[in-house]
């Protein structure tokens, strides 16, 4: 709750809600939902409103060539290394109207209460919105093409759900894998801080009854595929005894995955298969190949042992059938431990709002586990109703989104003068 004395300036709850309810619009699904993938057209749409939004707020708006946009408000020694806060505006198909809009919505809301005080920050502070933190195409690609800066080959692989090249995606917004290529990743001189404000995504907040997160870490992350080989027969001429049949494998390694974390991993370990293809997939043919999804996570380190877990139940579970598998690991996203300074600010600005605050691990990756390569970087929680999240039922009290904002700006002020 925001003290009623205090003098500081505070974020306009309505006006907050108003954005949110206005840029979940572009993509609404009949569900409650929003399905905004980058360089859709309703991410398109997205974009051209958080442009007019900044303007109209008296912000600095520009575009680079991934599709990252920033949102600037001037600070008095423009020489100086910015400030930065955001999060994205891409959603996991059917996902929720708060995911990393959320995050980007409350900045433009602080930048704009800064521009109605009066308060020009010694640094310049600047929003921004990451293109495809949800991965349609890459998971962080607008976030890793700021710290990392991405190479031509890497990009000419990336294609969507579907199959459409990167390329075709980047020309929608007036751009090429060249032009990404080209611009070079940020460095310490241009960028002194980064925060992101977001939902939790989890229901460690709600549950201990605490206002805001200060994130400690962000867990690594594994992402593979497991493939189980067998042989695809007539399902009613092909006697039992004499099946080659992938369900079987798979069968078993998904009852042994659940089991992988408590077995080789941290207490909030985890591992996940959230995808089954099945070939040829019809009803009257013995499955040939069943190909899995692999998502596995724990505190930075500990995941190559869970992949090892993985590994090793995989190999079980193809000979115990006596059938042929391949196991590929596509990404190791490195977990990180967020600044101490960082943590300390938004502490600092949680006390000043008058809330409670909670250190705690994101089990989520953020972009803030990208730009912490490079910037010194810090992350604000606030509670998911019942924990939900990448869904349309994904919910935050208001009091609470208002609550995160005001930390949001206390943070930017802390941060920026
Ligand atoms: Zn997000």
């Not at 009854?209 to 870490?217: E, H, N, S, W, Y």
């Not at 600092?348 to 989520?364: E, K, L, N, T």
Request: glycine share 12%; with cysteine; hydrophobic share 40%.
């Amino acid at each position: 709750m925001v003290s009623e004395t205090s003098k500081q300036p505070r974020i306009n709850l309505d006006r907050l809600l108003g954005d949110i309810e206005a840029l979940g619009r572009f993509g609404a699904t009949d569900r409650g939902g929003v399905n905004r993938p980058v360089y859709s057209d309703a991410d398109l749409g997205a974009r051209q409103w958080l442009e007019a939004a900044a303007i109209d707020a008296g912000l600095g708006f520009r575009s680079d060539a991934i599709g990252n946009c920033f949102l600037t408000l001037a600070g008095a020694q423009p020489n100086e290394p910015k400030v930065w806060t955001g999060s994205h505006i891409d959603t996991v198909p059917d996902g929720g109207r708060l995911d990393g809009a959320y995050g980007v919505l409350s900045g433009l809301e602080c930048l704009r209460t800064l521009v109605e005080v009066g308060f020009v920050p010694a640094r310049t502070i600047e929003v921004v919105a990451f293109a495809d933190e949800e991965g349609a195409y890459g998971s962080f690609l607008g976030s890793r093409a700021l710290a990392d800066g991405l190479a031509a080959d890497y990009l000419t692989g990336l294609a969507g759900r579907h199959g459409e090249p990167l390329a075709d995606g980047l020309a929608r917004i007036g751009s090429s894998i060249d032009a990404v290529v080209a611009q070079a990743p940020i460095s310490a001189d241009e960028v002194a801080a980064f925060v992101e404000l977001h939902i939790e995504q989890g229901p460690v907040l709600e549950d201990a009854g605490l206002d805001i997160g200060v994130v400690t870490d962000i867990v690594e992350v594994a992402h593979g595929f497991v493939t189980f080989l067998g042989q695809a027969d007539h399902a009613g001429t092909t006697p039992m005894a004499l099946r080659r049949d992938a369900t079987r494998a798979a069968g078993s390694f998904l009852t042994g995955l659940p089991t992988v974390p408590a077995d080789h991993g941290s207490r909030t370990a985890v591992s996940t298969c959230g995808m089954i293809g099945v070939e040829p997939g019809a009803a009257n043919i013995v499955v040939e190949e069943i190909r899995l999804s692999l998502d596995v996570r724990d505190r930075a380190g500990n995941v190559p042992a869970l992949q090892g877990a993985v590994e090793e139940l995989a190999r079980r579970s193809a000979d115990e059938h006596g059938l042929n598998h391949r196991l590929q690991w596509t990404s190791l996203t490195p977990g990180v431990a967020l600044d101490g300074g960082m943590q300390q600010q938004v502490a600092d600005a949680a006390d000043r709002v008058g809330v409670s605050h909670h250190r705690m691990v994101s089990g989520a990756g953020h972009d803030a586990q990208v730009m912490a390569r490079v910037v010194p970087t810090g992350m604000i929680f606030v509670p998911s109703k019942n924990g939900r999240s990448h869904s349309p039922v994904e919910s935050t009290a208001p009091s609470d989104l208002e609550t995160g904002a005001n930390v949001l700006l206390e943070t930017l002020i802390g941060t920026a003068t």
